[in-house]
């Protein structure tokens, strides 16, 4: 199996893939595609289950996506991940459209239904819930949310999911105020929009129990927390999305202020299992999806 292929192979899948066993039948389309983990965690979940389909990585351009989503029944796809620049454009493509990802407007799973028609949905909400749960032992639902970026495509989802599970406050921040605000419009109250300065953060982070980061503030080597530590407080619930690093710039701003603080990368854990679990039912091999994930990491 290649490290990605392309439309152009995707053109000809059993001519370029007929000797690769298990058969590629899943594949994450991105541009840029090649940083991907979720080859490496989904075979980790596929071996584990032992189901004859391999994950592979397909580079795919803004201008190609429609025609590679239609080439997906007649390849013999399973079904597809879509990251960064799809999640959006994809909805357009796509006949059947589940409720929460059209609240959301972003798609991240898509389905080869039996018909050869395509559905999709999207997992990272449902799987920040789990994230939450397992590594802060809250639940998403019962919890005060500030959600930082929340004009941001990732920050928009976890806004509406928040919605979803009902939590009793939902903060909006974002850098373009606007962007919060519409946000905020949508979802109606509790979700309600506010202007970021460094004055209404203390005061917010008074008010919540959980923050969450969905800006890539961070992201970059040398890039400052997001939140300083002198911001935070004992007892405060932290989730960064970032997950370039365990300790990412707010995780350890976090931990200095004695806060519970946890990276993105059970988000990206748990967004995989969901989609595992619409592709195939019953409870997905999160362990071995962990340990594939992890194994591609140190890579
Ligand atoms: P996006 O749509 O481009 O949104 C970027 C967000 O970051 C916007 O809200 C933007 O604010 C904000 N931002 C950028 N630079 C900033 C700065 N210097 N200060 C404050 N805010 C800043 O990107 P995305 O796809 O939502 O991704 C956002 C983050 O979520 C990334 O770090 C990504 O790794 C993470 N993510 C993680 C997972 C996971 O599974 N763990 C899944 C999806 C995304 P403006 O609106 O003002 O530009």
């Not at 707010?250 to 679990?277: I, P």
Request: charge should be negative.
């Amino acid at each position: 199996m290649k490290d990605f292929y392309t439309l152009s192979d995707l053109r000809r899948w059993q001519e370029v893939t007929g000797d690769v066993s298990p058969p590629i039948r899943l594949a994450v389309f991105g541009d840029p595609v090649i940083h991907s983990r979720s080859p490496q965690m989904h075979n980790a979940g596929l071996a584990e289950r032992g189901i004859n389909a391999r994950y592979c990585r397909l580079h795919i351009k803004e201008d190609e996506l429609e025609e590679a989503l239609a080439l997906l029944p007649k390849a013999g796809f399973i079904g597809a991940n879509l990251t960064i620049p799809h999640k959006v454009a994809a909805l357009k493509h796509i006949g059947k459209i589940a409720p929460a990802a059209q609240a959301i407007g972003a798609v991240n799973t898509v389905v080869v239904e039996a018909d050869g028609s395509l559905s999709a949905q999207n997992t990272d909400g449902p799987g920040l819930v789990r994230a939450v749960q397992s590594e802060l032992g809250a639940e998403l639902g019962k919890l005060r949310v500030a959600v930082l970026g929340a004009g941001g495509g990732a920050g928009r989802a976890i806004a509406v999911q928040c919605r979803l599970e009902g939590c009793p406050r939902v903060v909006l921040l974002n850098r373009t105020l606007e962007k919060a605000q519409q946000v905020a419009r949508e979802l109606g109250a509790p979700a309600e929009a506010v202007p970021w300065t460094p004055d209404t953060i203390a005061g917010i982070l008074e008010e919540v129990d959980l923050i969450i980061n969905a800006t890539s503030m961070g992201m970059k080597p040398g890039e400052p927390s997001v939140v300083p530590a002198e911001a935070m407080r004992p007892g405060l619930l932290v989730y960064d999305t970032i997950y370039t690093e365990d300790h990412t710039p707010l995780v350890a701003a976090a931990l200095q202020a004695g806060a519970r603080a946890a990276n993105g990368l059970s988000m990206l854990l748990h967004q995989g299992a969901r989609s595992f679990e619409v592709w195939f039912g019953g409870e997905a091999p999160v362990e071995a999806m962990r340990r594939g994930l992890t194994a591609s990491k140190q890579a």
